[in-house]
């Protein structure tokens, strides 16, 4: 099972740009997909982006589509999301996680998750 730490949030100024961090233990990193997850105060968590094993296929939520990048980095057993033009809507505690297999986009195909890290836009 993989082991995930998150790093990066932070408090930006709408239109701004912050680069979360996903540090990953464990053998299986460059073998499972990847995904970024966000929870609101009072919502559900939601899927933000995805990516395959090698980082040749991404996947987006059509609230950041545009504005978010994911990458890895399996030499590094690392994830990126840089996250760029930040909207106040933006504000949660984002989520690295490990899907069960090459690529997942639905938050029950992932089986590992990170502790969370706080991103606060303000407007």
């Known amino acids: 099972q993989v082991q995930l730490v998150e790093s990066g949030g932070g408090l930006v100024q709408a239109g701004g740009s912050l680069r979360l961090s996903c540090a990953a233990s464990?053998?299986?990193?460059?073998?499972?997909?990847m995904g970024w997850f966000r929870q609101a105060p009072g919502a559900e968590r939601e899927f933000v982006a995805a990516?395959?094993?090698?980082?040749?296929?991404?996947y987006y939520a059509d609230s950041v589509k545009g504005r978010f990048t994911i990458s890895r980095d399996n030499a590094k057993n690392t994830v990126f999301l840089q996250m760029n033009s930040l909207k106040p809507e933006d504000t949660a505690v984002y989520y690295c996680?490990?899907?069960?297999?090459?690529?997942?986009?639905?938050?029950?195909?992932?089986?590992?998750w990170g502790q969370g890290t706080q991103v606060t836009v303000s407007s």
């Open positions: 464990g053998r299986t990193f460059s073998s499972v997909g």
């Open positions: 996680a490990s899907a069960r297999g090459a690529f997942a986009y639905s938050r029950a195909a992932f089986a590992s």
């Open positions: 990516i395959n094993v090698n980082g040749g296929f991404t």
